[in-house]
């Protein structure tokens, strides 16, 4: 396949919950040391080769194989045909290739990183038809499709960046909160997967009042201390009342390995999103090289499993630059 212009866009990986905010809270994350190769992407890059008579999906990637062998089963083609009923008309097919740096089922935001990315770059290259309320609005239905119920908190930082808060009710979806510039989060995938509908299911149909008080309590004290840069009752704060304890029976590693890593200087460790990634946050760079370490070698059986020091991602989705002539010719 040969087109003069390749248009190429990306959207980070993300954290849902945070410990604190469970479906209200969102981070977007990159790796340190930032780099620009495409293998060093975290996260989803799609590209659009050209316009032709047929949707056309090649896929590639370290994390392929976690997908369905039939590459017209994949979110980026069902998210053109939601985007085009959602701009109304009929618009060009078009020649895509997706690289899935992204392991599925793992707490990273995959299925959402998809979503983003497919519909970012649709929007981008049809020029815009939809605003970002609308096209925030159309992510997190495809995303509902997939978790089993619609929520922002990967969607909203994938594409906005940054540490978002959800507002429910409000014309706003989510606001971006500030954020501890030295702070270091460690993301450690395993190597399996986990469906975020089973995740979701094993979690309680309802809080009594004072869970529900003390929920909201932590998110209200969190977010305080975000905003007056009160790093010890931020940390304090980060206590996952309502998903960590009916899904630890998940991971059962994380008492032992929360021991291990706060020895070390850790400052919280918790379950990104649905897991069974876990993020320890850390107060510096060298604390974060000792945690991935520990995290690295306890998961190092598995070829799949990934560890990476991140700092939070202040770009979300994103166009890139064109590749050069002879990683053009690879795919």
Same mark, same amino acid.
């Given at each position: 396949?040969?087109?003069?212009?390749?248009?190429?866009?990306?959207?980070?990986?993300?954290?849902?919950?945070?410990?604190?905010?469970?479906?209200?809270?969102?981070?977007a994350?990159?790796?340190?040391?930032?780099?620009?190769?495409?293998d060093?992407l975290?996260?989803?890059?799609?590209?659009?080769?050209?316009?032709?008579?047929?949707?056309?999906?090649?896929?590639?990637?370290?994390?392929?194989?976690?997908?369905?062998?039939?590459?017209?089963?994949?979110?980026? *083609?069902?998210c053109?045909?939601?985007?085009?009923?959602?701009?109304?008309?009929?618009?060009?097919?078009?020649?895509?290739?997706?690289?899935?740096? *992204?392991?599925?089922?793992?707490?990273?935001?995959?299925?959402?990183?998809?979503?983003?990315?497919a519909?970012?770059?649709?929007?981008?290259?049809?020029?815009?038809p939809?605003?970002?309320?609308?096209?925030?609005?159309?992510?997190?239905?495809?995303?509902?499709?997939?978790?089993?119920s619609?929520?922002?908190?990967?969607?909203?930082?994938?594409?906005?960046?940054?540490?978002?808060?959800?507002?429910?009710?409000?014309?706003?979806?989510s606001?971006?909160?500030?954020?501890?510039?030295?702070?270091?989060?460690?993301?450690?995938?395993?190597?399996?997967?986990?469906?975020?509908?089973?995740?979701?299911?094993?979690?309680?149909?309802?809080?009594?009042?004072?869970?529900?008080?003390?929920?909201?309590?932590?998110?209200?004290?969190?977010?305080?201390?975000?905003?007056?840069?009160?790093?010890?009752?931020?940390?304090?704060?980060?206590?996952?009342?309502?998903?960590?304890p009916?899904?630890?029976?998940?991971?059962p590693?994380?008492?032992v390995?929360?021991?291990?890593?706060?020895?070390?200087?850790?400052?919280?460790?918790?379950i990104?999103?649905?897991?069974?990634?876990?993020?320890?946050?850390?107060?510096?760079?060298?604390?974060?090289?000792?945690?991935?370490?520990?995290?690295?070698?306890?998961?190092?059986?598995?070829?799949?499993?990934?560890?990476?020091?991140?700092?939070?991602?202040?770009?979300?989705a994103?166009?890139?630059?064109?590749?050069?002539?002879?990683?053009?010719?690879?795919?």
């Amino acid at each position: 396949m040969t087109n003069s212009t390749i248009h190429r866009y990306f959207a980070p990986a993300s954290t849902g919950n945070f410990s604190v905010g469970f479906d209200l809270l969102g981070a977007a994350f990159e790796p340190l040391p930032v780099k620009s190769a495409d293998d060093e992407l975290f996260g989803d890059v799609l590209e659009i080769h050209a316009e032709q008579s047929e949707l056309s999906l090649q896929i590639s990637g370290r994390y392929r194989h976690q997908l369905p062998a039939d590459s017209s089963d994949n979110l980026v *083609l069902s998210c053109f045909y939601a985007f085009e009923q959602a701009v109304g008309k009929p618009l060009p097919r078009l020649a895509l290739h997706l690289q899935k740096n *992204l392991p599925v089922g793992s707490g990273l935001g995959s299925s959402a990183c998809s979503i983003v990315v497919a519909c970012y770059a649709f929007n981008q290259y049809f020029g815009q038809p939809l605003s970002q309320s609308q096209l925030l609005q159309l992510m997190a239905e495809a995303e509902g499709g997939v978790s089993g119920s619609v929520h922002y908190d990967n969607v909203a930082p994938s594409y906005l960046g940054g540490l978002q808060l959800m507002l429910p009710g409000s014309s706003k979806a989510s606001r971006a909160l500030p954020w501890f510039s030295h702070w270091r989060v460690v993301l450690s995938y395993p190597g399996t997967v986990l469906s975020t509908k089973a995740a979701r299911a094993l979690l309680p149909k309802q809080l009594s009042l004072a869970n529900s008080i003390e929920f909201a309590g932590m998110l209200s004290r969190f977010v305080s201390a975000l905003y007056c840069q009160d790093e010890d009752e931020a940390i304090a704060a980060l206590q996952d009342l309502v998903a960590e304890p009916a899904r630890t029976p998940l991971i059962p590693e994380l008492p032992v390995l929360r021991r291990g890593l706060t020895e070390k200087g850790v400052l919280h460790l918790g379950i990104s999103g649905a897991g069974p990634t876990l993020f320890a946050l850390c107060p510096d760079d060298n604390t974060a090289s000792e945690a991935a370490a520990y995290l690295q070698q306890h998961y190092a059986k598995n070829a799949d499993a990934c560890t990476r020091i991140c700092q939070l991602s202040a770009a979300g989705a994103r166009a890139l630059p064109q590749p050069s002539a002879d990683f053009g010719q690879r795919i």
